[in-house]
Nanobody, 124 residues
């Protein structure tokens, strides 16, 4: 079992930056690929970014590529999502995810573990 706790969300103005954090516990963090998803009101949960177990490989959705960076610190059992140039369309609940295989991390149907989510609201 893996427990995931996100933090770092909040209310920001358009154009601002935000860094989300997700701390994992309960199992060996370095054995899991990690990812970030988001869900806006009335929409499905959308994959944003994923990172392999060692951090050597990353993947991004086209919607955030170029203004988002995923990283991890295995010594701190933490994965981060740095988001820049935020837009009102980025308003959503952001979820951390863990899976045993990097090849699965982009598919929300295959993710093994989810955090409870953190709200990000971007105002105009």
């Amino acid at each position: 079992q893996v427990q995931l706790v996100e933090s770092g969300g909040g209310l920001v103005q358009a154009g601002a930056s935000l860094r989300l954090s997700c701390v994992a516990s309960g199992s060996t963090f370095r054995n899991y690929a990690m990812g970030w998803f988001r869900q806006a009101p009335g929409k499905g949960r959308e994959f944003l970014a994923g990172i392999s177990e060692s951090g050597a490989f990353t993947a991004y959705a086209d919607s955030v590529k170029g203004r988002t960076t995923i990283s991890r610190d295995n010594a701190k059992n933490t994965v981060y999502l740095q988001m820049n140039s935020l837009k009102p369309d980025d308003t959503a609940v952001y979820y951390c995810a863990a899976d045993g295989a990097f090849s699965n991390i982009a598919n929300r149907a295959n993710v093994d573990y989810w955090g409870q989510g953190t709200q990000v609201t971007v105002s105009t």
